[in-house]
């Protein structure tokens, strides 16, 4: 087993809100930012939220370039870009029967960003509550298509985000398998944002096992832990030998009433993986294990 794991770092997120932590970088700047910091702290990825200037979610290409262009300019990390988008702004659309829908043509502009080599994604139809309001993100198998075909056509690997068993098992797979990407197929399983969404599992280290034996032949995988599930699902991962996520995206406390900021977390995790006897790679090294082209 590889003593050398990528590293992601997943700054903002499409969901939370300053109030919820003032660390948590919604601009352009402060995405780069923060960015950079992590990087030098071990980061080879960067999954990539975009929200407008009023900190609201949107897919916008044109503020996905500008914060691509501002991380570029700084550093080589990996740039991958959400089409999962977030539950406000442009992302949200009201319907006649009570529910809001994800904006899927807005998750679509997700993946013309100038300057992305991945995108995330979120083949999934679950339903995100947010306060009193459930939002319905509807992706049915015609819709993985047209998504993943938008990626293809614009050079984009693949980060395939799953959120439950099946989702590994059906589109994914049969993606996979229509030949929509090339080995090896980087896969990430979010666990533990269960109270959220329905249609997602809860992190324990039996499920979180499951989903690594249902994965296809020639995978990598990486796993996202959601809140307090983030450390135990990351040293999980690195004993099973995948990669890790961290950050605000996914998880606001570095300990219990302690507010974290994306360094804080970046740097607690490479710390424990040098006490284990593992190196974050670098961004080029993650370049090489994805299949990526070289900067």
């Given at each position: 087993m590889s003593n050398r794991r990528m590293v992601t770092i997943a700054p903002t997120g499409g969901m939370s809100m300053?109030?919820?932590?003032p660390a948590l970088p919604t601009q352009p700047q402060e995405i780069a930012d923060d960015v950079y910091?992590?990087?030098?702290?071990g980061a080879s990825i960067v999954a990539v939220h975009a929200r407008r200037p009023d900190d609201q979610?949107?897919?916008n290409p044109d503020i996905y370039s500008d914060i691509n262009a501002r991380i570029r300019a700084k550093c080589d990390i990996i740039i991958n870009n959400s089409t999962g988008g977030g539950n406000s702004g442009d992302m949200l659309i009201e319907r006649p029967d009570g529910l809001w829908e994800s904006n899927f043509e807005e998750r679509l502009r997700g993946c013309d960003g100038i300057g992305a080599e991945m995108c995330t994604f979120d083949g999934v139809t679950v339903v995100d509550t947010v306060s009193e309001k459930e939002v319905v993100v509807i992706t049915t198998p015609s819709r993985c298509e047209t998504l993943v075909k938008r990626m293809v056509d614009r050079g984009?690997?693949?980060e395939w985000e799953v959120f439950s068993p099946e989702h590994i098992l059906?589109?994914?797979t049969r993606l996979i398998e229509k030949g929509y990407d090339?080995?090896?197929y980087y896969i990430n399983m979010v666990l533990g944002g269960d109270k959220g969404f329905q249609g997602a599992m809860p992190y324990s280290p039996d499920v979180l096992d499951f989903m690594v034996k249902c994965l296809p032949p020639q995978s990598i995988w990486c796993v996202s832990g959601i809140g307090p599930a983030q450390l135990p699902a990351s040293m999980q991962a690195l004993l099973l030998g995948g990669h890790v996520r961290v950050g605000l995206e996914d998880n606001h406390y570095y300990a219990r009433g302690q507010k974290a900021t994306n360094l804080m977390l970046t740097e607690r995790l490479v710390r424990i993986m040098n006490e284990m006897g593992i190196e974050p790679t670098s961004a080029a090294e993650s370049r090489e294990i994805l299949g990526l082209k070289p900067l």
């Open positions: 300053k109030t919820a932590n910091a992590c990087y030098k702290a979610a949107t897919c984009i690997k693949p059906q589109d994914v090339k080995p090896p």
